[in-house]
């Protein structure tokens, strides 16, 4: 069972979520959580694999609480959003956040992201991808040469630079006529040089640096 944890301060939208979650065979929904420090405690008590974190909630806000729980190893974040405020995406993502879906996006793109993070993969909604990655590839917030990228090998990088542009193993393997447990190795390998939480990172991270850019 993938164990969710929910943290928003609208009770209905945690009800909301919590009925479409427990349809599922293989989700549970262990707690509820209506402000950042809440989420923090629950979660180390209840061990989720997931928490589907709102932004804006009282006292503590979800990208504290997000910061605070990734610098402790601890489980997923799923960003649940409207959108309405670029700068808490961004900040969200180098907080450690590994997926974003919109409130208004359906049923079955809730459940197939909670599977998703949980299985140990980021997630961006295509809704919002562009829109993200243009945001980050302006900003250009870390040094290059304090990063870990001359530590990949040149397959590693070629792996980097697809991984980046969205391919999944399965099309990266084709790309590079390479077996898919192959790529899987290749992409376990990049994410731990360059310290990445995941692909979400990733992708982040190479459009910070330029290694890949919108469009090219």
Same mark, same amino acid.
């Given at each position: 069972m993938?164990?969710?944890?929910?943290?928003?301060?609208?009770?209905?939208?945690?009800?909301?979520?919590?009925?479409?979650?427990?349809? *599922?065979?293989?989700?549970?929904?262990?707690?509820?959580a209506?402000?950042?420090?809440?989420?923090?405690?629950?979660?180390?008590?209840?061990?989720?694999?997931?928490?589907? !974190?709102? @932004? *804006?909630?009282?006292? !503590?806000?979800? #990208? %504290?609480?997000?910061?605070?729980?990734?610098?402790?190893?601890?489980?997923? &974040?799923?960003?649940?959003?409207?959108?309405?405020?670029?700068?808490? $995406?961004?900040?969200? #993502?180098?907080?450690?956040?590994?997926?974003?879906?919109?409130?208004?996006?359906?049923? %079955?793109?809730? /459940?197939?992201?909670?599977?998703v993070?949980?299985?140990?993969?980021? $997630?961006?909604?295509?809704?919002?991808t562009?829109?993200?990655?243009?945001?980050?590839?302006?900003?250009?917030?870390?040094?290059? *040469?304090? /990063?870990? $990228?001359?530590?990949?090998?040149?397959?590693?990088?070629?792996?980097?630079?697809?991984?980046?542009?969205?391919?999944?193993?399965?099309?990266?393997?084709?790309?590079?006529?390479?077996?898919?447990?192959?790529?899987? /190795?290749? &992409?376990?390998?990049?994410?731990?040089?360059?310290g990445a939480?995941?692909?979400?990172?990733? @992708?982040?991270?190479?459009?910070?640096?330029?290694?890949?850019?919108?469009?090219?």
């Amino acid at each position: 069972m993938i164990r969710v944890l929910l943290a928003d301060d609208h009770h209905l939208v945690r009800t909301g979520f919590r009925v479409i979650l427990e349809i *599922e065979d293989d989700i549970e929904v262990v707690g509820e959580a209506s402000d950042g420090l809440q989420a923090i405690d629950l979660s180390r008590r209840l061990k989720p694999d997931v928490i589907l !974190m709102d @932004v *804006e909630m009282p006292g !503590m806000n979800g #990208l %504290e609480a997000t910061r605070q729980l990734t610098a402790e190893d601890g489980p997923a &974040v799923l960003i649940l959003t409207t959108f309405d405020r670029d700068d808490y $995406l961004f900040a969200a #993502l180098r907080a450690g956040a590994s997926g974003f879906l919109l409130k208004n996006d359906s049923p %079955e793109s809730l /459940t197939e992201a909670v599977r998703v993070l949980a299985a140990g993969d980021g $997630l961006l909604a295509p809704s919002i991808t562009r829109r993200v990655i243009e945001a980050f590839a302006t900003i250009g917030a870390r040094d290059r *040469e304090a /990063t870990r $990228l001359g530590e990949l090998t040149p397959r590693e990088h070629e792996v980097f630079v697809l991984l980046a542009g969205g391919a999944t193993n399965a099309e990266i393997a084709t790309e590079l006529w390479l077996g898919e447990t192959t790529v899987k /190795t290749h &992409v376990s390998r990049v994410l731990m040089k360059i310290g990445a939480r995941d692909r979400t990172q990733a @992708v982040v991270l190479a459009y910070e640096l330029g290694v890949v850019r919108p469009g090219g």
